[in-house]
């Protein structure tokens, strides 16, 4: 149980163009997720906080008008990267905390981006 | 600041040595600590996750340690194995409406055959 999908696994896209990363939870229901941004040979930093039904909440830094985060349903949060420039390039995960353990995070395989 | 210090940042040992890693944490008033491993270009698998009244918690080869005062979680492998070999990961929650966490700086692990 506790299982939680990315798609895509992999995607490049060319510089101006957007993109959008899906994350679900496949045998629970998450009223939150959490968006974290990886780069190479560094640890994660989380990104945004989103809850179902709600505006998302972005930690310090991180540009909210570039890093569309929806989470329309309790299975469903989708980020989107707009405007992609080549240094948006990186590996992004997320999470999702179950309605029943609510302190603990599962986590996804991550979405490798490349913008060239 | 709430800060996560892991050292060492690499480790190379030869299998079946057994090993100690360790995480560090500034603000010591933490809700639980979990221990990660990530693969490279993979997520994160949880190993272990410790709560705040806990002491340790143990899975087979792995068992964490949590001294909150001093602020340190320690993650013991027993007879590394080449298979051990990946990035460990320790995350700090502080509990709250949301429980984010904070993640450590990472080990890499290598065990060498």
């Known amino acids: 149980g506790a299982v939680v999908s990315q798609h895509p696994s992999r995607v490049i896209c060319k510089s101006g163009t957007s993109v959008k990363i899906e994350c679900r939870s496949l045998?629970?229901?998450?009223?939150?997720m959490f968006w974290y941004r990886q780069f190479p040979k560094q640890s994660l930093m989380l990104m945004a906080t989103s809850n179902e039904g709600s505006k998302a909440t972005y930690e310090q830094g991180v540009e909210k008008d570039k890093f569309l985060i929806n989470h329309a349903s309790l299975t469903l949060s989708t980020l989107t990267v707009t405007s992609a420039h080549p240094e948006d390039s990186s590996f992004y995960i997320c999470?999702?905390?179950?309605?029943?353990?609510?302190?603990?995070?599962?986590f996804g395989p991550g979405t490798r981006l490349t913008v060239t | 600041k709430q800060e996560v210090t892991q050292i060492p940042a690499a480790l190379s040992v030869p299998e079946g040595e057994n090993l100690v890693l360790n995480c560090s944490f500034t603000?010591?008033?933490?809700?639980?600590l979990q221990w990660f491993r990530q693969d490279p270009g993979k997520g994160l698998t949880s190993l272990l996750l410790i709560q705040s009244s806990q002491r340790e918690q143990t899975s087979g080869r792995l068992n964490a340690s949590l001294d909150k005062s001093s602020g340190r979680s320690t993650l013991y492998i027993a007879a590394s194995q080449p298979g051990d070999s990946a990035t460990y990961l320790c995350?700090?929650?502080?509990?709250?409406?949301?429980?984010?966490?904070?993640f450590g700086t990472g080990t890499l692990l290598a065990v060498q055959p």
């Open positions: 995350a700090v929650g502080y509990g709250g409406a949301t429980n984010k966490l904070i």
């Open positions: 999470s999702a905390r179950s309605t029943s353990a609510i302190y603990e995070q599962y």
């Open positions: 603000d010591s008033a933490i809700y639980n």
């Open positions: 045998d629970f229901q998450a009223t939150t």
